[in-house]
């Protein structure tokens, strides 16, 4: 069994930069892929990135590449989602979720554990 717990969410302006934190208990942190995702009001959920075991291998949604950085610290049991240049297309509850496999996957169905989300909310 694994425990997500995420924060780091906020109300931002247009422009500004955040980090979420994905904080994890249970099994070994460095025995699973972590993910991020995100689900705006009335839409479905969507993949934004995804890291590999020893965050050797990343992998970004075309709409936050470049933009987004996300990343791990195995010693803290801890991933991270830094957002930058937020736009208010980003607006969304975002949710890490982690599955255990060295492959990380696009596909939120892969993923067997989620946290409960924080919200992101970029104002104009």
């Known amino acids: 069994q694994v425990q997500l717990v995420e924060s780091g969410g906020g109300l931002m302006q247009v422009g500004d930069s955040l980090r979420l934190s994905c904080a994890a208990s249970?099994?070994?942190?460095?025995?699973?892929?972590m993910a991020w995702f995100r689900q705006a009001p009335g839409k479905e959920r969507e993949f934004v990135a995804a890291i590999s075991r020893g965050g050797g291998t990343t992998l970004y949604a075309d709409s936050v590449k470049g933009r987004f950085t996300i990343s791990r610290d195995n010693a803290k049991n801890t991933g991270y989602l830094q957002m930058n240049s937020l736009k208010p297309e980003d607006t969304a509850v975002y949710y890490c979720?982690?599955?255990?496999?060295?492959?990380?996957?696009?596909?939120?169905?892969?993923?067997?554990?989620w946290g409960q989300g924080t919200q992101v909310t970029v104002s104009s």
């Open positions: 979720a982690v599955r255990f496999s060295s492959f990380i996957s696009t596909e939120a169905n892969e993923y067997g554990y």
């Open positions: 249970g099994r070994t942190f460095s025995t699973y892929a």
